[in-house]
């Protein structure tokens, strides 16, 4: 079996890496060709469980996607620079919120053993973890939430199966001969676009349109001033009404991230964006000032109509596979979209619809 794989993001890497588990001798050739994307650009929060999102399949996909992750950090034994159990505080600046977030968390966690456990956690003790913080809010920890570096995930899979296949550094266009869709003018038995936003202008090369759009994210990473310090082990936290504060290995923390509908691919980083972003940093660091942003990064994920992922084969063309759409917790639906679709190479007929919408609902 010779398969093409198109994208060397989140989903074509655990693709790829879970194909040469279960099928060493396979010959894979991935491709990978464009600046700006979205795993490239991504430092992310696993924790999908506290969400307020109503789509049932959405959330299946998410709290399976946390609980995957974790496991194959485990079992390649990931650094915590890649992949590490932090835990999630959220902050409510009232007891009923808090209430209520106890009240989700209780019922979340029985189908949601990665959750682990869950608590009230004090103003005091979230000062202790982060010296710096102006809020008198109190939170919510959930103990099973994690953090992830997209790049150097993708980085290690690749990494670990350097030997075993072929990455081809250079843009993928597909074209027609017969009933016969190439890549690059090359066969293959399977293709899988693993593209994220760049899937409509991909399969538009063979006349087919997805219902694809751009989302431009930017996040920033600011070092901490005088005697702020944080942990390595601290856990992220996603204060009520501003940014997320991701930690990072190197004593800094990470801020973001933007949701633009309206950019398409640019990739500029914007002063008042990344002014936004500070500002949101400086009402719960003082002292933070725009000498301190050490790093900015920039991508584009792909979102559809209704923001849900969606994978599986093309209709009408058993040789081809597709998943984009993976949004804003593409770090978290990422890997278990890439461990489905190569279970759907071991057995195409198997039942997605707990997880996702029929594609037709996303390809025209
Ligand atoms: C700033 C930011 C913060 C984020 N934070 C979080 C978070 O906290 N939690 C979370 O769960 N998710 C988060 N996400 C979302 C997550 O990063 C994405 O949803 C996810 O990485 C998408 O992965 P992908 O593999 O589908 O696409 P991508 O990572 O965009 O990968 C697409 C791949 O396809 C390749 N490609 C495309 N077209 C072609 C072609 N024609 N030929 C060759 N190669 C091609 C590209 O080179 C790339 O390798 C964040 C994203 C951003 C930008």
């Given at each position: 079996?010779?398969?093409?794989?198109?994208?060397?993001?989140?989903?074509?890497?655990?693709?790829?890496?879970?194909?040469?588990?279960?099928?060493?001798?396979?010959?894979?050739?991935?491709?990978?060709?464009?600046?700006?994307?979205?795993?490239?650009?991504?430092?992310?929060?696993?924790?999908?469980?506290?969400?307020?999102?109503?789509?049932?399949?959405?959330?299946?996909?998410?709290?399976?996607?946390?609980?995957?992750?974790?496991?194959?950090?485990?079992?390649?034994?990931?650094?915590?620079?890649?992949?590490?159990?932090?835990?999630?505080?959220?902050?409510?600046?009232?007891?009923?919120?808090?209430?209520?977030?106890?009240?989700?968390?209780?019922?979340?966690?029985?189908?949601?053993?990665?959750?682990?456990?869950?608590?009230?956690?004090?103003?005091?003790?979230?000062?202790?973890?982060?010296?710096?913080?102006?809020?008198?809010?109190?939170?919510?920890?959930?103990?099973?939430?994690?953090?992830?570096?997209?790049?150097?995930?993708?980085?290690?899979?690749?990494?670990?199966?350097?030997?075993?296949?072929?990455?081809?550094?250079?843009?993928?266009?597909?074209?027609?001969?017969?009933?016969?869709?190439?890549?690059?003018?090359?066969?293959?038995?399977?293709?899988?676009?693993?593209?994220?936003?760049?899937?409509?202008?991909?399969?538009?090369?063979?006349?087919?349109?997805?219902?694809?759009?751009?989302?431009?994210?930017?996040?920033?990473?600011?070092?901490?001033?005088?005697?702020?310090?944080?942990?390595?082990?601290?856990?992220?936290?996603?204060?009520?009404?501003?940014?997320?504060?991701?930690?990072?290995?190197?004593?800094?923390?990470?801020?973001?991230?933007?949701?633009?509908?309206?950019?398409?691919?640019?990739?500029?980083?914007?002063?008042?964006?990344?002014?936004?972003?500070?500002?949101?940093?400086?009402?719960?660091?003082?002292?933070?000032?725009?000498?301190?942003?050490?790093?900015?990064?920039v991508g584009t994920r792909a979102y559809t109509e209704d923001f849900a992922p969606f994978f599986g084969y093309l209709p009408n063309h058993p040789q081809i596979m597709v998943a984009s759409g993976l949004g804003s917790s593409g770090l978290t639906t990422g890997p278990i979209i890439g461990k489905l679709?190569?279970?759907?190479?071991?057995?195409?007929?198997?039942?997605?619809?707990?997880?996702?919408?029929?594609?037709?609902?996303?390809?025209?």
């Amino acid at each position: 079996m010779k398969i093409a794989v198109i994208g060397n993001g989140i989903v074509g890497a655990t693709f790829v890496n879970e194909i040469l588990e279960r099928f060493p001798a396979y010959q894979i050739v991935q491709f990978d060709g464009i600046k700006g994307t979205a795993t490239t650009a991504s430092a992310g929060i696993i924790a999908p469980w506290l969400s307020k999102r109503r789509n049932k399949k959405w959330y299946n996909l998410a709290r399976q996607g946390a609980e995957y992750m974790y496991q194959i950090a485990e079992k390649y034994r990931m650094p915590p620079a890649v992949y590490f159990k932090s835990g999630v505080i959220y902050t409510r600046d009232n007891n009923e919120k808090i209430s209520a977030l106890l009240t989700l968390a209780k019922d979340r966690i029985k189908d949601a053993p990665q959750m682990e456990g869950f608590r009230r956690i004090d103003n005091a003790e979230i000062k202790q973890l982060f010296n710096f913080i102006q809020t008198e809010n109190n939170g919510v920890l959930v103990e099973g939430g994690a953090r992830i570096d997209g790049q150097k995930f993708v980085e290690f899979l690749n990494q670990r199966n350097q030997t075993k296949f072929e990455l081809r550094n250079e843009r993928a266009v597909l074209s027609k001969n017969g009933t016969d869709t190439l890549v690059n003018g090359e066969k293959f038995d399977l293709i899988v676009l693993a593209v994220g936003a760049w899937l409509k202008d991909t399969l538009s090369d063979i006349g087919i349109e997805a219902l694809t759009r751009p989302q431009k994210g930017q996040l920033i990473e600011v070092e901490l001033p005088g005697q702020a310090q944080v942990n390595a082990s601290a856990p992220v936290l996603m204060p009520e009404g501003e940014r997320d504060f991701i930690p990072t290995n190197q004593g800094t923390l990470l801020i973001g991230a933007t949701h633009e509908n309206d950019q398409g691919f640019d990739l500029t980083v914007s002063d008042q964006i990344i002014d936004d972003l500070l500002a949101s940093g400086q009402r719960v660091i003082p002292n933070l000032d725009k000498s301190m942003v050490k790093n900015t990064r920039v991508g584009t994920r792909a979102y559809t109509e209704d923001f849900a992922p969606f994978f599986g084969y093309l209709p009408n063309h058993p040789q081809i596979m597709v998943a984009s759409g993976l949004g804003s917790s593409g770090l978290t639906t990422g890997p278990i979209i890439g461990k489905l679709l190569a279970d759907l190479v071991e057995n195409p007929e198997l039942d997605m619809t707990d997880l996702t919408k029929p594609l037709t609902t996303y390809i025209k």
